[in-house]
T-cell receptor, first 113, second 109 residues
Framework: AAGVIQSPRHLIKEKRETATLKCYPIPRHDTVYWYQQGPGQDPQFLISFYEKMQSDKGSIPDRFSAQQFSDYHSELNMSSLELGDSALYFC????????????FGNGTRLTVT | KNEVEQSPQNLTAQEGEFITINCSYSVGISALHWLQQHPGGGIVSLFMLSSGKKKHGRLIATINIQEKHSSLHITASHPRDSAVYICAVIGLTGNQFYFGTGTSLTVIP
């Protein structure tokens, strides 16, 4: 069965560069969530989308933006990268917003040098 | 203060032991998830609960909405259960996530 696909798996960027992370949800899943997990830290909710509209926002820096496209894939754009942005970025999808099972991608490991 | 608190933070058990991980939350929720994160970082959703109890194999999850508390139980623990277990709740709007601090479980053969 198709799972949530994230790309790239690994990304190395320098400070002040820009990065784009992609998330392809399971087919017919209309909700996407983004999380950030720093080294040795708990996951932090960044942002979520439902039906191509932003539905909620967590601790997402202003330097980050995200959107969900017509095919329901989502992209997280990160600009002016800082060393502290080095983290594992997870995406999860679900077929609805409430009481729906979550399916996680394998994450993108971003390293900022 | 975290909206979701887990205990214990670290747990070491002998193979075969019964394990309980607790989760308390302070916000109104529409659902609660128990997640398992393996050392490589991959996250798997074990359970989604909005009431009562669910069982899957050796895993049992319960939730008490009135007390804002959930527990994850592992019966007959096995070394392959070694992982970080994270409690996550979805807020009433259905979109905001709050994560617990995670419980690092090590099961020794």
């Amino acid at each position: 069965a198709a799972g949530v696909i994230q790309s790239p798996r690994h990304l190395i960027k320098e400070k002040r560069e820009t990065a784009t992370l992609k998330c392809y949800p399971i087919p017919r899943h209309d909700t996407v969530y983004w999380y950030q997990q720093g080294p040795g830290q708990d996951p932090q909710f960044l942002i979520s989308f439902y039906e191509k509209m932003q539905s909620d926002k967590g601790s997402i820096p202003d330097r980050f933006s995200a959107q969900q496209f017509s095919d329901y894939h989502s992209e997280l754009n990160m600009s002016s990268l800082e060393l502290g942005d080095s983290a594992l970025y997870f995406c999860a999808s679900s077929p609805g917003t409430v009481n729906s099972p979550l399916h996680f991608g394998n994450g993108t490991r971003l390293t900022v040098t | 203060k975290n909206e979701v608190e887990q205990s214990p933070q670290n747990l070491t058990a002998q193979e075969g032991e019964f394990i309980t991980i607790n989760c308390s939350y302070s916000v109104g929720i529409s659902a609660l998830h128990w997640l398992q994160q393996h050392p490589g970082g991959g996250i798997v959703s074990l359970f989604m609960l909005s009431s009562g109890k669910k069982k899957h194999g050796r895993l049992i999850a319960t939730i008490n909405i009135q007390e804002k508390h959930s527990s994850l139980h592992i019966t007959a623990s096995h070394p392959r259960d070694s992982a970080v277990y994270i409690c996550a709740v979805i807020g009433l709007t259905g979109n905001q996530f709050y994560f617990g601090t995670g419980t690092s479980l090590t099961v020794i053969p």
